[in-house]
Nanobody, 125 residues
Framework: QVQLVESGGGLVQAGGSLRLSCAAS????????MGWFRQAPGKEREFVAA????????NYADSVKGRFTISRDNVKNTVWLQMNSLKPEDTAVYYC??????????????????WGQGTQVTVSS
């Protein structure tokens, strides 16, 4: 079992920045590829970014490429999502997720084994 706890969400103006954190506990964190997803009201949960077990490879949704950066520290058992140049359409609940198998090109909820409870990000125009 892996427990994931997100933090760092909040209200920010368009053009601003936020840094989300996801702290993991339980099984060996470095065995898991990690991903960030988001879900806006009335919409499906969508893939945002993923990072490989070592942190050496990353993947981003086109909508956030160049603005968001995913990173991890396998000693601190933490994954981050740095979000810059935020837009109102980035408003959503953001979730981190852990996948024991597969890699960074997993875009479906069912491909991840564990999920956090989510943190709200609201971008005002």
């Amino acid at each position: 079992q892996v427990q994931l706890v997100e933090s760092g969400g909040g209200l920010v103006q368009a053009g601003g920045s936020l840094r989300l954190s996801c702290a993991a506990s339980g099984r060996t964190f470095s065995n898991y590829a990690m991903g960030w997803f988001r879900q806006a009201p009335g919409k499906e949960r969508e893939f945002v970014a993923a990072i490989s077990q070592s942190g050496g490879s990353t993947n981003y949704a086109d909508s956030v490429k160049g603005r968001f950066t995913i990173s991890r520290d396998n000693v601190k058992n933490t994954v981050w999502l740095q979000m810059n140049s935020l837009k109102p359409e980035d408003t959503a609940v953001y979730y981190c997720a852990a996948a024991f198998t597969g890699g960074i090109f997993q875009y479906m909820r069912r491909e991840y084994d564990y999920w956090g409870q989510g943190t709200q990000v609201t971008v005002s125009s």
